[in-house]
């Protein structure tokens, strides 16, 4: 008896060509999240939840800073290089984010840049 195969979605996004717009959203982390951050940056479980969340609508979100692009980021997003600097220990939700196999914001962007003839265009936040 053969188990039935699970075919791969392929993703139609690129994150690379993003300038990290899932990243200006209040991050939530669990417990394991910050684990993994505390493991990587050698504190306490205790210390990272201090120096790295905060309270948003009851639960606990990774800080953000200011951002030239979004209003702001999570505070682990390279805003010049426009990446995740802790992208093997990032939190669960991100590494589930979009969830589908489409981004909306990516299609957005890919549309806008197209309407503008600049692969480097990023619309107003």
């Given at each position: 008896?053969?188990?039935?195969?699970?075919?791969?979605?392929?993703?139609r996004f690129?994150?690379?060509q993003c300038p990290g717009y899932c990243c200006s959203y209040q991050i939530p982390v669990n417990e394991r999240d910050l684990a993994?951050?505390?493991?990587?940056?050698?504190?306490?479980?205790?210390?990272?939840?201090?120096?790295?969340t905060k309270t948003f609508e009851g639960e606990p979100v990774l800080r953000h800073r200011k951002d030239h692009i979004y209003k702001s980021v999570c505070m682990f997003f390279d805003r010049d290089e426009r990446r995740c600097t802790v992208y093997p220990v990032r939190p669960s939700i991100c590494r589930r984010y979009p969830g589908v196999n489409r981004c909306g914001y990516y299609d957005f962007l890919k549309?806008?840049?197209?309407?503008?003839g600049d692969e480097d265009f990023i619309p107003d936040a």
């Open positions: 008896m053969n188990a039935a195969r699970k075919i791969p979605v392929r993703k690129d994150c690379s993994r951050l505390a493991k990587h940056f050698g504190v306490s479980q205790k210390e990272a939840a201090e120096r790295y549309f806008e840049r197209g309407l503008h």
